[in-house]
């Protein structure tokens, strides 16, 4: 979510040497492989977008949010997508497989190497965002209601706190750095936590996701520019290198087939904790 809302940021506010989108019209659409549109397939999003304006560019979860003078864009980014503002009229890259043409003299770039991302072009963005669970920074996402959430899930907290039916935005780097932060062990049951454990939680993936935010997000690949977050990771990647809290050495294990790092130390599942 941070790398998310740092090109959100970008878009809409011209930082970080990219200028703003907002006002400008689309002119034209270039698809350059259809893959990447999810909705409502290539002619079709070509035609609807031509002469839209951008109005107002925010994120949701994962997923930046368009709201064009008629409609919404919804851009998923996955692993390597990217979004770039550059001057119109240069040559395309290889992975630079939707371009939008705007008002300007500037083009809207979606790169992606991997093409995991995803395009979608709908009247109202529920349509796509509906089943999102809660943003994990906004006001009414309180410790309270984590742990009402929590009690009610009945399941491990790492996978859990990747899904995101059950809150928005995490992702597997902030994750870890969250539960390492709350000193939870990451195949703790969700229904287990005490009501601190809980607190703890709720402060660590709030703190995580800002601090991740301040960094301008991870660049722990070459898709993705200019992060620091990975200059700042308590435990993820670090795999036998000394915890920065306690200095026991970091472990990697595997949880949901994603590579999940901590400190056995700092976040110790504990005896009545532990699976039989």
């Known amino acids: 979510m941070p790398e998310v809302e740092t090109i959100a940021r970008k878009l809409r506010d011209g930082c970080g040497g990219d200028p703003s989108i907002l006002g400008r019209e689309i002119r034209s659409v270039e698809i350059r492989h259809p893959k990447p549109i999810a909705f409502p397939g290539v002619e079709a999003a070509r035609e609807q977008m031509r002469s839209l304006v951008f109005e107002e560019i925010s994120r949701r979860g994962k997923f930046l949010v368009c709201r064009l003078s008629r409609g919404y864009l919804l851009i998923h980014l996955r692993m390597s997508g ?28 979606f790169h992606d190497p991997r093409r995991f991302g995803r395009i979608w072009l709908v009247e109202s963005p529920q349509e796509v965002l509906g089943p999102l669970g809660p943003e994990p920074l906004a006001p009414d996402f309180t410790a309270a209601r984590l742990a009402e959430m929590l009690r009610a ?77 990975q200059n700042h990771f308590r435990v993820y990647g670090r795999e036998g290198k000394n915890c920065k809290k306690c200095g026991a050495k970091i472990h990697r294990i595997v949880v949901g087939q994603r590579s999940t790092y901590f400190c056995p130390k ?3 599942m504990g005896r009545k904790n532990r699976r039989k």
């Open 82 to 109: 990217d979004l770039q503002v550059l001057p119109a009229g240069q040559p395309p890259r290889k992975h630079d497989h939707v371009i939008w043409h705007l008002s300007g003299d500037a083009d809207l770039r």
């Open 153 to 229: 899930r009945k399941r491990l907290l790492k996978p859990l706190l990747l899904d995101q039916t059950f809150l928005a935005g995490l992702g597997n780097i902030y994750t870890d750095e969250a539960l390492h932060r709350a000193r939870l062990h990451p195949l703790r049951r969700s229904d287990s936590l005490r009501k601190d454990e809980v607190s703890r939680l709720w402060r660590g993936i709030r703190a995580a996701l800002r601090v991740g935010i301040a960094q301008d997000g991870a660049s722990i690949d070459w898709v993705y520019r200019g992060g620091e977050f």
């Open 266 to 268: 700092c976040q110790s």
